[in-house]
């Protein structure tokens, strides 16, 4: 099965900003649709973003919408995810998987906190 690996995560300011890589261990391209996903401590884990293969299709959660942005570089199998004027709501431990995740393993994630 693939593997996800994050990064990117970290302590920033509200309103800072923030990029996420996602890399995988096999083709993104022939894994389809990819999304990012979040989970807040006591939450359950809720869709952020998505992309189409070719990068030309993204779905956003109105709770992200015009803050967020998701891209992928399918030549080297990784998947971005820009956050800016970040708020303490968005605090949380990100994920990257297929969409639909299908029973697919959860990677560590990358934790986000949100404080001054």
């Known amino acids: 099965q693939v593997q996800f690996v994050e990064s990117g995560g970290g302590l920033v300011q509200p309103g800072g900003s923030l990029r996420l890589s996602c890399a995988a261990s096999?083709?993104?391209?022939?894994?389809?649709?990819m999304g990012w996903y979040r989970q807040a401590t006591g939450k359950q884990r809720e869709l952020v973003a998505h992309?189409?293969?070719?990068?030309?299709?993204?779905y956003y959660a109105d709770s992200v919408k015009g803050r967020f942005t998701i891209s992928r570089d399918n030549a080297k199998n990784t998947v971005f995810l820009r956050m800016n004027a970040l708020t303490p709501e968005d605090a949380a431990a990100y994920y990257c998987?297929?969409?639909?995740?299908?029973?697919?393993?959860w990677g560590q994630g990358t934790q986000i906190t949100v404080s001054s």
């Open positions: 992309i189409s293969s070719a990068g030309d299709v993204t």
């Open positions: 998987n297929r969409l639909p995740v299908g029973g697919w393993n």
């Open positions: 096999k083709s993104i391209f022939s894994i389809g649709f």
